[in-house]
């Protein structure tokens, strides 16, 4: 059964710091992609970030590259996202979820966690 465990969540203030963390485990996490999506209060679910399997390629939302990074630790079945600089509008629940494959990270994102609650307000 695959299972993620997201954690690292909480409330800054504007342009402080946050590090997520996910923890995989029910299918081998070094051959698959793997995400960030987001939902904030009264919105759809939308895509962050992504990263290959062997973490060769990396990607973003525009409005977070420069302030995010996607990374991850095969070795420990953990995927984190480092979130600098944040905004208000950063606020939301944030969720990792598996992509398709090792090279696609995909629009499916059902296979994910319960997220971690990230709330960033003066």
């Known amino acids: 059964e695959v299972q993620l465990v997201e954690s690292g969540g909480g409330s800054v203030q504007p342009g402080e710091s946050l590090r997520l963390s996910c923890v995989a485990s029910?299918?081998?996490?070094?051959?698959?992609?793997m995400m960030w999506v987001r939902q904030a209060p009264g919105k759809e679910l939308e895509w962050v970030s992504g990263?290959?399997?062997?973490?060769?390629?990396?990607s973003y939302k525009a409005s977070v590259k420069g302030r995010f990074t996607i990374s991850r630790d095969n070795a420990k079945n953990t995927l984190f996202l480092q979130m600098n600089s944040l905004k208000t509008e950063d606020t939301a629940r944030y969720f990792c979820?598996?992509?398709?494959?090792?090279?696609?990270?995909?629009?499916?994102?059902?296979?994910r966690g319960r997220g971690t609650e990230v709330t960033v307000s003066p």
């Open positions: 979820a598996k992509g398709p494959s090792i090279y696609a990270w995909g629009a499916d994102y059902s296979i």
């Open positions: 990263i290959h399997g062997d973490a060769g390629i990396t």
């Open positions: 029910g299918f081998t996490f070094s051959n698959y992609a």
